[in-house]
C-alpha cells in the first residue's frame, strides 16, 4: 500500500509531552488584544459621606485604555474611554445604575505590572463626588498540571488533484506549562510548540496546522488556532481548525481540518462529600462550605473537590462524577468519599464498577428507612471491602433525636466527644487526632502522599500509513493516514 505524504497530530491528545520554557517578554498579538482586569476597594466621597467599596476595572487591552468598571455594592457599570500617556490614561464615562451619572474626569497611574491607582471626579443623581483607590490586577486561573484529553478530528486534504476526507477520536494525557497568562506546551518529536493567552474564561492557541515530517514540504499558508473554554475548574471544552496551502514533493496541496473535545484537569486526590438525607438539618449546608473550602486549601493544584445535595441517588452521582474526571477509572487518581447521616448509609452500601473507593469516612451513618429511631444500637456491615474505611460516631443524638450507627469491620471507629447528629460534620473536620492536622485533612495527606505518576494512556489511530512527508499538527499525536486509491 503507497502512502499519503502526510501524518495527523492532534490537538489535545498526546502520548507525552515534552517541557518547553515560555517567553514570558513575546507578546503575541492574541495577547496584546487579551483584556486586563484590576480589582480592589475604593473610597467615594460625596458631600458629607464617605463610602468605602469595592470595584472590578477592566481595560480592553494593553494597548486600548477604554473598557468598564464594575462596582460591587450595587451592580453599577461604567463605561469608560481615554487616552494613554506613558503609565497615565486621563478617562471620562458615562454610570448606568438606579442612580445614573457621569465620569467626568479620571486619571490612573500604572505603579508596577500589577496594580494602578485611581482617582476620578463625577457627578450622579445625588450631585458630584471623588473616587480614589489602589487596585490589583486580577491573576489569570492557573492552567499548568497535566490533563486526560478525549478528541475527534475531521480533515480534508487535495494533493495532485486527489481529495480524500478523514476523520479519527483518541484519548490520552498531556501536559500544560504556564507562566502569568501565557499558555503552551511542546508537540513531541516534531519541535512545534502551542502557545497562546488567557482571556478572563478563555484560551486562545495558536500554531501551525502542518509540519515536515520529512523533505519536500513548503507551504505558503500554515495556521491552526483553537479556542477553549476554561469556565469550569476542572472541565475545559475546545475547538479548533486549521488551514494549509503549499507544495510537497513538488505536488500542489491544500489541507483543512477541525479537531473538538475536552480537557480533564488531572488531580492526585478527588474528594466527593455526601451530605446526607434529602430533608434540611440546620446549619448543616454552612458546614459543608467549611468542609469543602478547608480540603481545597490544602493543595488545590492536586486535590479537587465536589459535593452533592441530599435526596435521591446521592452515590450514583458521586460515581458518575468521578468516572468523569478520572476517565473511567483509567487515572490514577486516589479517591475520598465523605458522607453524613443518609450520605454516609450510601457509601456502606457502596460499590463502583471502574472507580476504586481507597477511602470512605462516614459521619454518624443512619439507615434512611428508620429515621424515626435512635440508631446508635445498630452495627451495619460493609457491603463491598474495598479501601480504608472510617466511621465517626457522635456522641449524643441531634435533630429528629438521630444517631448513628456502628460500622461492623470498619478500619477506624471512633466516637467524638461532644459531638451530636448535626455538629458532627464540623467537628470532623476541626477535630485533630495530632494536634495539627484536621481528621479529613490528615486523611487527604496519606493519599497525597501515597499518590504515584500515571501511566500514559494509549492513543489508536484509525489510519495508518508510511513514508509521511506532512504531519497535520492538530496538537500532540502523530498518526499517518493512506493516499486516496491506493488502499488494500
Not at 476595572?57 to 451592580?75: E, I, Y
Not at 486562545?204 to 502542518?210: I, N, Q, R, T
Amino acid at each position: 500500500m503507497k502512502a499519503w505524504p502526510i501524518a495527523l497530530l492532534y490537538l489535545l491528545m498526546t502520548s507525552g509531552c515534552e517541557v518547553f520554557d515560555i517567553d514570558v517578554d513575546r507578546a503575541t498579538e492574541t495577547e496584546r488584544a487579551a483584556s486586563i482586569t484590576y480589582t480592589g476597594d475604593i473610597t467615594t466621597t460625596q458631600g458629607e459621606s464617605t463610602l468605602r467599596d469595592n470595584i472590578d476595572f477592566s481595560f480592553a487591552s494593553d494597548t486600548d485604555p477604554s473598557g468598564t468598571f464594575f462596582r460591587k455594592s450595587d451592580g453599577a457599570v461604567a463605561m469608560f474611554s481615554g487616552e494613554r500617556s506613558g503609565s497615565t490614561v486621563s478617562f471620562t464615562g458615562s454610570i448606568d445604575s438606579f442612580c445614573p451619572g457621569s465620569i467626568d474626569q479620571g486619571t490612573l497611574r500604572e505603579t508596577g505590572s500589577a496594580a494602578i491607582e485611581i482617582s476620578l471626579e463625577g457627578t450622579d443623581c445625588n450631585g458630584p463626588f471623588t473616587t480614589s483607590g489602589r487596585l490589583d490586577r486580577t491573576p489569570c486561573i492557573d492552567l499548568s498540571g497535566w490533563y486526560v484529553a478525549e478528541e475527534s478530528a475531521e480533515f480534508s486534504c487535495t494533493i495532485g488533484g486527489e481529495t480524500e476526507v478523514f476523520s479519527a477520536e483518541g484519548s490520552a494525557e498531556l501536559m500544560i506549562v504556564q507562566s502569568g497568562c501565557r499558555v503552551g506546551f511542546s508537540v513531541p518529536g516534531i519541535g512545534i510548540t502551542r502557545e497562546g493567552s488567557i482571556d478572563s474564561k478563555t484560551l486562545s492557541l495558536a500554531g501551525p496546522f502542518v509540519a515536515a515530517a520529512a523533505d519536500g514540504l513548503s507551504t505558503t499558508e500554515n495556521e491552526f488556532k483553537a479556542s477553549v473554554d476554561i469556565s469550569d475548574n476542572y472541565l475545559f471544552t475546545f475547538e479548533g481548525d486549521g488551514k494549509a496551502v503549499g507544495t510537497v514533493d513538488g505536488e500542489a496541496f491544500s489541507c483543512t481540518g477541525t479537531s473538538s473535545g475536552t480537557l480533564t484537569r488531572k488531580f492526585d486526590v478527588a474528594v466527593a462529600l455526601l451530605e446526607g438525607g434529602a430533608f434540611s438539618i440546620p446549619d448543616i449546608s454552612g458546614t459543608w462550605q467549611d468542609v469543602e473550602d478547608h480540603i481545597q486549601s490544602i493543595d488545590p493544584k492536586r486535590v479537587l473537590v465536589w459535593r452533592t445535595k441530599g435526596g435521591g441517588n446521592q452515590i450514583g452521582r458521586a460515581e458518575a462524577w468521578l468516572n468523569r474526571i478520572t476517565n473511567n477509572g483509567l487515572a490514577d487518581t486516589r479517591t475520598l468519599l465523605i458522607g453524613h447521616s443518609a450520605g454516609g448509609h450510601a457509601l456502606v452500601e457502596a460499590r463502583f464498577q471502574q472507580v476504586r473507593m481507597d477511602t470512605r469516612i462516614t459521619l454518624d451513618p443512619v439507615e434512611p428507612n428508620l429515621l424515626d429511631r435512635n440508631q446508635s444500637d445498630r452495627t451495619v456491615p460493609i457491603a463491598h471491602r474495598e479501601g480504608r474505611f472510617v466511621n465517626f460516631r457522635a456522641q449524643e443524638s441531634g435533630f429528629l433525636d438521630l444517631k448513628g450507627y456502628a460500622v461492623e469491620q470498619a478500619d477506624h471507629e471512633q466516637e467524638i466527644p461532644l459531638s451530636n447528629h448535626n455538629d458532627i460534620v464540623d467537628f470532623a473536620w476541626q477535630v485533630s487526632r495530632t494536634g495539627s492536622r484536621s481528621l479529613i485533612a490528615e486523611e487527604v495527606d496519606r493519599l497525597l502522599n501515597a499518590a504515584g505518576k500515571s501511566e500514559e494512556l494509549p492513543f489508536n489511530p484509525m489510519f495508518e500509513g508510511r513514508q509521511s512527508a506532512i504531519s497535520f499538527v492538530f496538537g500532540w499525536q502523530t498518526m499517518d493516514t493512506p493516499r486516496p486509491g491506493s488502499r488494500d
